[in-house]
């Protein structure tokens, strides 16, 4: 079973930033698509952020220009950094992955999933 953990999850204050890793127990190269999504509370999950098996990226609206992911094979991680964080971007994040495929911002496309962890902006 494929296993995924994500850390750096914290509190900040308005216009601070984070780093966010995943650690895959996969070797990650092998995935057609990774990504962060983020949920509130009462709130559909959103996804955040896509790279695909070649390093293109994708991004939600509202995070482009701040938010930036990536990743190293070589350590089988996935990163999501942070920057000029809004109170709105307070949510639990979670880390996906996919094994075929094209990069979606659909939940349901995913197969395998982390435990999250949560990022809280205060302004």
């Known amino acids: 079973q494929v296993q995924l953990m994500e850390s750096g999850g914290g509190s900040v204050q308005a216009r601070g930033s984070l780093s966010l890793s995943c650690v895959v127990s996969?070797?990650?190269?092998?995935?057609?698509?990774m990504a962060w999504f983020r949920q509130v509370p009462g709130k559909e999950r959103e996804g955040v952020a896509t790279?695909?098996?070649?390093?293109?990226?994708t991004y939600t609206d509202s995070v482009k220009g701040r938010f930036t992911i990536s990743k190293e094979n070589a350590k089988n991680t996935l990163y999501l950094q942070m920057n000029s964080l809004k109170p709105e971007d307070t949510a639990m994040y979670y880390c996906a992955a996919r094994w075929f495929g094209y990069c979606t911002g659909g939940r349901s496309d995913y197969d395998y999933w982390g435990q999250g962890t949560q990022v809280t902006v205060s302004s």
């Open positions: 996969e070797n990650i190269a092998s995935f057609r698509c």
């Open positions: 790279i695909n098996r070649d390093g293109s990226t």
